[in-house]
């Protein structure tokens, strides 16, 4: 018999790997699915293979959207500052290079 989940997630990049890690912080039984040979390939990849995993100057003005309010109350939740403490959390260091793009010292993999 196979092992039911509570949460499947196809996608397993940026956004389908924080859903899955939030969701597990939840007790929940978590399945990802992709289509690439590993998970969190785009990541590996993003920003020359040192992931350019956000932007400090990052805000609603900077999406496009058919609610313009659901960015607001997206990124007023979770601002790019409080990704910034959960990488600093996992002792992964990160620079920032120009207008606020931030990037892991070392490898994208660390992310």
Not at 79 to 92: C, K, S, W, Y
Request: glycine share 12%; net charge positive.
């Amino acid at each position: 018999m196979a092992e039911k989940q509570d949460v499947v997630i196809i996608g397993a990049g940026a956004a389908g790997m924080m859903c899955a890690i939030e969701a597990g912080k939840r007790g929940r039984r978590v399945l990802v699915i992709d289509h690439a040979r590993a998970p969190g390939e785009k990541i590996r990849i993003s920003g020359g293979g040192r992931c350019n995993f956000t932007n400090i100057h990052a805000g609603p003005r900077n999406f496009l959207s058919g609610n313009p309010h659901f960015c607001k109350s997206a990124l007023a939740r979770y601002r790019p500052q409080d990704f910034v403490a959960l990488v600093e959390r996992h002792g992964i260091g990160w620079h920032e290079k120009t207008l606020g793009q931030l990037f892991c010292d070392h490898s994208a993999k660390d992310i």
